[in-house]
């Protein structure tokens, strides 16, 4: 739960960020609209890792259970709520196709125009906002009791929703970002685009828990935290796979994506990425009062989020020629994170009272 | 002839409730030395008989994986840059990405080896024989009894008031076993 005073004034902050980053959005527009539209893909990308991360927990957690789910569920809700603002945040990108992607004005060589065509690619993106929005609904308002999940009769729309999930953030991950160059392809590609969002959405929540759990909430926060750091490994182990492989086969279709990334400047948000998304977390991580803190925790997230806002420039930003002004990037994370947090704060609130009435009236019908 | 020596007094219990309770009203009266065995782990008992103690194995292991993750490193550089340096492809010699997978592998087995050996020392294995086992049917420790021993060498140790509060906790049988 929140007190009122810090909901209040994180409104405030988040309405001013919003105000800061539309007007950087405005002027970067007037200056340099090619770019704002490439600044847009990134942000999105890496928002949508909230809901998504989010809905993934809560359908894990239908076939696993786990305690931590009584600290973790309206945290989670709040993050599932914001699924249709952030599918359709795609929408500001994705008027403008041509100043993303290649393939929409394809060189006679390329083979694989079947799939990547504009209807298709709008088709298919129609098809990701409706399932994902969705399994947001069963997630949020299936029969579930506190920590208890799902009632086992439903339990195989769970398991049937991770795996139509894999699927879909797969093809999400080859339509937006690997598209971008379109000769390029790794079949890691979709796990390390799943890592990502995975840990950008637990990230999150597991920073509210950490700045808001009372001390009797501690193990849940330690579990959550535990979660956190097995995902992180697994996004450094995919991640790295990806680079052994393509770094040893040397070959001319691949290894240009990497040259792109690593020769140039772009370098630096790799650093980042991998240092704050895996290595101080890792280390911070590893012992059991490294995983009760809450200061460690909290920090430990905040790191995890600016290195996967780091890591979605990092997949999007250099594979254009001209490079555009950093301060537009950051104004389009500002202006989609602000109207994601106040949605947040917003179901959060909604939520928290909501228990706080039921226990109100068990406490009262108790005494 | 000498008296032998105590090595401790051993109440059997039926349950583990018992045991557990029995273990916490001695803790809270200030023994120390106080073991049990059991069939089964029991849910918190640990934190009854050595509350918030820490143990050194996961220290061990950690310390073992920096080692053999320094020790794979090594013996992969050692080799291709210094030993026996190879143009494979026109890489560089020390190529990190591709000594990354041994190094893992490397530090992998140490830690595990440093926690195995480490968890026998911890049991102070090998170790064929312990007094214990000479307490009246110990061998259904293992199968459907509980046993609380209290170790002669607690400095409050006090065969009648042990044997009270054991059977007070009712304990099926208390007997006192030779070192």
Redesign the interface.
């Given at each position: 739960m929140i007190a009122d005073r810090s909901w209040a004034r994180l409104n405030l902050a988040a309405l001013a960020v919003l105000v800061l980053g539309i007007a950087g959005c405005v002027v970067g527009v007037i200056l340099d609209a090619a770019w704002f539209f490439r600044a847009w893909l990134a942000t999105f990308i890496f928002w949508l890792g909230l809901p998504l991360g989010g809905l993934t927990l809560v359908l894990v957690h239908d076939l696993s259970g786990g305690g931590w789910m009584a600290t973790a569920r309206p945290l989670l809700n709040a993050a599932i709520i914001t699924m249709p603002l952030a599918t359709l945040a795609g929408i500001p990108a994705f008027v403008a196709l041509p100043e993303l992607y290649s393939w929409t004005h394809p060189a006679p060589s390329l083979g694989n125009i079947f799939y990547l065509n504009t209807d298709a690619f709008l088709l298919r993106y129609a098809v990701y906002i409706v399932l994902w929005n969705l399994l947001a609904a069963f997630a949020l308002w299936g029969p579930r009791e506190d920590a208890e999940p799902i009632a086992p009769a439903l339990s195989w729309i769970s398991g049937l929703g991770l795996v139509l999930l894999a699927f879909s953030v797969s093809f999400a991950s080859i339509d937006w970002v690997m598209s971008l160059e379109p000769t390029f392809w790794s079949s890691v590609f979709m796990m390390t685009a799943g890592a990502n969002w995975f840990n950008t959405g637990l990230a999150f929540v597991l920073l509210a828990v950490a700045l808001t759990a009372p001390i009797s909430r501690r193990d849940h926060m330690a579990d959550l935290a535990a979660i956190l750091l097995a995902t992180t490994i697994f996004w450094a182990y995919v991640e790295?796979c990806q680079?052994?492989i393509i770094?040893?086969e040397?070959l001319k279709s691949e290894i240009p994506w990497y040259l792109l990334r690593i020769t140039t400047p772009w370098a630096r948000a790799l650093f980042i990425s991998v240092g704050l998304g895996f290595i101080i977390p890792f280390f911070a991580l590893?012992?059991q009062p490294g995983k009760r803190s809450r200061a460690v925790v909290a920090a430990v997230c905040a790191l995890i989020l600016i290195g996967r806002v780091a890591q979605a420039w990092w997949l999007v930003l250099p594979e254009f020629e001209k490079t555009g002004p950093l301060w537009l990037d950051v104004a389009a994370i500002f202006v989609l994170g602000a109207l994601v947090l106040l949605l947040f704060l917003w179901a959060w609130r909604y939520a928290a009272s909501l228990t706080a009435g039921t226990l109100q009236i068990r406490r009262a019908g108790h005494g | 002839m000498s008296e032998p020596r105590l090595f401790g007094l051993v109440g059997r219990f039926a349950s583990a409730d018992s045991l557990t309770d029995a273990a916490r009203q001695l803790r809270s009266l200030g023994y120390r030395e106080v073991e049990a065995y059991t069939p089964y782990p029991i849910d918190g008992l640990d934190e009854v008989l050595r509350p918030r103690r820490r143990t050194w194995l996961p220290l061990l292991m950690f310390i073992g994986a920096v080692f053999g993750a320094v020790w794979g490193y090594f013996i992969q550089a050692w080799d291709e840059v210094l030993n026996y340096p190879i143009n494979v492809g026109g890489r560089p010699h020390n190529s990190w990405p591709a000594f990354v997978v041994g190094t893992f592998e490397f530090m992998v087995l140490c830690a595990i080896a440093a926690g195995f050996f480490g968890l026998l020392a911890s049991c102070r294995l090998p170790r064929l024989y312990h007094p214990i086992f000479a307490a009246d049917d110990f061998d259904r420790a293992s199968v459907d009894r509980f046993f609380l021993c209290v170790g002669a060498r607690d400095p409050s140790f006090d065969p009648r008031r042990i044997r009270r509060l054991f059977e007070r906790h009712g304990a099926e049988r208390v007997s006192e076993v030779v070192a």
């Open positions: 790295f680079f052994l770094w040893e040397n590893l012992a | -």
